[in-house]
């Protein structure tokens, strides 16, 4: 199985600032991310969202606003016909030494236990930290950075999500 690994916030829809994350309560589409993972899956691709959501160990939001926010942008995709496979994230402070906050491997590992068949030198992770390239290159699997230039093998920058098409 092909997976796409996708970042949510940044990647999917939009991030904001630790602080101003405590009054965000439905989420906000990145412009061409939707008819991008559109794309994505007519590829053969398998949609799992990864996410560090550091914020709700720090205190910024709690656990229920995470699910909220979660549980609209899943209804907006499923209402646009983009099938999201599963989603993987790690709530841990970022001193906590958790092995789920990328760039450690803790949430592919957890895919992969949860579904043996994905191949992930078939896979590849996007997203718009360094976390996340450098998890692509931690894993030496295809990776893309939006605004991130990381000099890696297998690693490429994107201007935005839009361009990620033109590399599958």
Request: with cysteine; aromatic share 10%; hydrophobic share 35%.
């Amino acid at each position: 199985m092909k997976i796409a690994f996708l970042d949510r916030d940044g990647t999917i829809i939009k991030d904001y600032p630790d602080e101003r994350w405590t009054a965000i309560h439905s989420p906000e589409f990145v412009k061409g991310a939707v008819n991008t993972l559109k794309t994505v899956i007519s590829k053969d691709y398998e949609i799992i969202i990864i996410t560090n959501q550091y914020i709700i160990h720090e205190g910024f939001i709690t656990f229920g606003q995470y699910e909220e926010v979660t549980a609209k942008m899943l209804k907006e995709l499923t209402k646009q016909q983009v099938q999201v496979l599963d989603i993987f994230y790690c709530p841990h402070g970022r001193n906590e030494g958790c092995d789920c906050l990328k760039p450690r491997d803790g949430m592919i590992r957890m895919a992969l236990e949860k579904y043996p068949e994905i191949n992930l030198k078939e896979s590849f992770i996007v997203g718009d930290s360094r976390a996340d390239v450098e998890l692509a290159a931690n894993l030496n699997i295809r990776g893309f950075g939006i605004r991130i230039d990381y000099r890696g093998k297998n690693i490429e920058t994107l201007n935005d999500i839009t361009e990620l098409p033109d590399y599958l």
